[in-house]
């Protein structure tokens, strides 16, 4: 369990910071503002997720260091077994939008080993779909906010996102839970990290899917 009252929680001007123009004001805010509060939560985490895995877990948190004009429209801390990087494999992430915060299992399209995933996934389809909360999203690009909710997807379209990911080398796969910029949870720490733990242990049938 993560100790309560470790951390503090994110605040609406965390979120405000995706608003901010230009690349150098807006990671000048990221750095000093959010990049804190992720690296705390790395820290928090990690050994909750190594628990829960039965193996290693390191966190990595975003720099955008390749960004040259446009800003972030988004930045996370990523959890993975790999101590070098985590885009090759699968991996759980925390992270912001300007709309909301997300919590989720993510095999993005660098990641080794996608169409294993998707085919095991494919057999168990049945499985996969009772086992997923009705309110969790999933999404097939990381770069763009939303998704669709599990409860609202049929079996076809979620049957589709996975043929998607066995067969397209550029393909994603990410599911989890997505809480609003506004919603009063962000702004309490202890009860924050609780369901950011509760989040993972549901997801990780989906990551032993993937190893």
């Not at 801390?77 to 919590?103: D, E, M, S």
Request: glycine share 8%; with cysteine.
């Amino acid at each position: 369990m993560t100790k309560a009252g470790a951390f503090a929680g994110f605040t609406q001007q965390d979120f405000d910071v995706f608003g901010i123009p230009g690349l150098e004001p807006r990671m000048e805010a990221l750095i000093s503002r959010v990049r804190p509060k992720l690296e705390q939560l790395g820290e928090l985490v990690a050994p909750v997720l190594a628990e829960q895995c039965g193996e290693p877990m390191f966190a990595h948190v975003a720099k955008h260091a390749r960004r040259t004009v446009n800003p972030p429209d988004d930045t996370w801390v990523a959890f993975a077994h790999n101590r070098r990087g985590y885009k090759a494999h699968p991996h759980f992430q925390i992270g912001l939008f300007g709309t909301h915060l997300f919590v989720q299992f993510a095999m993005i399209y660098e990641a080794d080993h996608k169409a294993q995933f998707a085919a095991q996934a494919l057999r168990r389809l049945t499985e996969l779909r009772r086992h997923v909360p009705a309110h969790y999203v999933w999404s097939g690009d990381h770069t763009v906010p939303g998704g669709q909710p599990h409860g609202e997807m049929k079996r076809k379209e979620l049957e589709a996102l996975l043929q998607r990911l066995r067969h397209v080398k550029a393909s994603e796969v990410l599911c989890g839970l997505q809480i609003d910029a506004g919603d009063e949870l962000l702004r309490d720490g202890p009860r924050l990290l609780e369901t950011i733990e509760q989040t993972f242990a549901t997801l990780q049938p989906l990551y032993r899917m993937a190893l």
